[in-house]
């Protein structure tokens, strides 16, 4: 009779054959418990298989074969935000973003979801990464915040019905702005001989709801030097597939885009969205066992730079006007955790005289935006953006700042469900093109609703 032990390696995983959780990745763990205190949802229940480590050893178990893929297995690994703060945590190295990622599209190609998860999840991915079709959604949107309709939803406890997840899609809209169908133009030029030839993603969510954070980038980047070219035919980068496990889609969306800025020969892409960023330095790994596609994946990948990269690499040439301001800087989790890139932004930003810089309590953890976590999972986010907001409040500052629009519509949502004004919030970039162009740090409050600085 075979040896029990035998008998357990011989085991099929239960990981189908196309890109499992690689072992190599798995045995990384040492299961130290370092990373606990730095998992959100780990701070939030105290429950072992929500943290990194547990999450580890179930997909462990699940590649040797001793776990199926079931409800249990895709709970623990859908209530993940996949902030990588355990990256940070972590002595030993753990590549944990190569181990949730592979899950998650382990998941959805073997965990059958019910049928109104399956049909909101399908809502999400056929609009958000469809700048298009974003617009079109914008029309109705811009009437209903316009008209005063949804502050009459508001008053009148109608929103108090809908469903769930939403009422949080609702709670999150931000402002539809007035130039819905405006353009980046193709190519910005700095009115000096450019210095650097730069490719600027102008993202999806982004580009509809957010135009001034690209047209402040592009403005600052020119000012520094830069000939930036805005490739037309460029698509969602993906992002949004990778995380949720939509592996084949996420895989497309990178050939395209990579694609796009191939065509548009430039010497580094920018990217002001730090989801957007981890997923496009990530395209050589997604794209690693595709002979057409993978050399030049790794190669696209090795140009991606957050806007703060860029900069910083760059000697500033254009003069920074005083700002008068207190903010508050919000690190978002797939820059300081995913890119590693934490110190750039506050060395820029200190380049602006008059400009005081906060630091936010518990600075690592995720304020639970996390893609379209908040409207997956909202209660988990609504506990850990009432956290974030907690600690927000706890600085005095007049103004947050981060580099990620998801992370600011979080913020701004949980001050709302406090039943305070939403405090003005702007991308780091946009106080960088407010100092180089002498803009007031009174007129830049008063642009977003806000009380003059003192």
Known sequence: MPHPEIQEEQRPSSFDAHHP????YIDQCVHCGFCLPACPTYVLWGEEMDSPR??????????????????????????????????????????YNKLIEPARAQIERNVP?????????????????HPARLRLLAIPLLVYQKSGLRALAGATGVLKWLPKRMAAMEAL??????ALFARMPAVVWPKSTPRRRVGMLTGCVQQVFFPHVNAATARVLAAEGCEVVIPREQPCCGALMVHSGLEEQAAALARKTIAAFEAAQ??????????????????????????KWAARAAQFSAKCKDIA???????????????????????????????????QPRRLLAG???????????????????????????????????????????TGAQAVLSANPGCLLQLMNGLRRRGLKAMPAFHMVELLDASIRGVSADSLLRGRGGAASD
Not at 276 to 288: A, P, Q, V, W
Not at 311 to 334: F, V
């Open 266 to 291: 430039v010497d580094a892409i920018v990217v002001n969205s730090a989801g957007c960023g981890s997923t496009m330095k990530e395209y050589g790994y997604l794209l690693r066992d595709d002979p």
């Open 309 to 343: 990269e860029l900069l910083c690499e760059l000697e500033p040439q254009a003069p920074r006007h005083p700002l008068k301001l207190r903010a508050a800087y919000h690190d978002a989790c797939h820059l300081q955790h995913a890119q590693g890139v934490r110190d």
């Open 54 to 95: 547990g999450r580890i050893y179930m997909i462990k178990k699940a590649a040797e074969g001793a776990a199926p893929l079931e409800d249990r297995f895709r709970q623990h690994m859908d209530n993940c935000l996949g902030c990588m703060a355990c990256m940070t945590a972590c002595p030993s190295g753990v590549e």
């Open 173 to 178: 809209l931000p402002e539809v702005p007035a």
């Open 113 to 129: 979801r019910d049928a109104g998860e399956s049909l909101f999840r399908k809502l999400i991915f056929a609009t958000f990464p």
């Open 352 to 394: 602006i005289s008059d400009l005081e810089i906060t630091e936010i309590p518990e600075a690592s953890l995720c304020c639970g935006s996390a893609g379209v976590y908040n409207l997956l999972q909202p209660d988990a986010a609504h506990a850990l953006g009432d956290r974030k907001v907690e600690n927000l409040l706890s």
């Open 21 to 24: 959780p690689e072992k190599q």
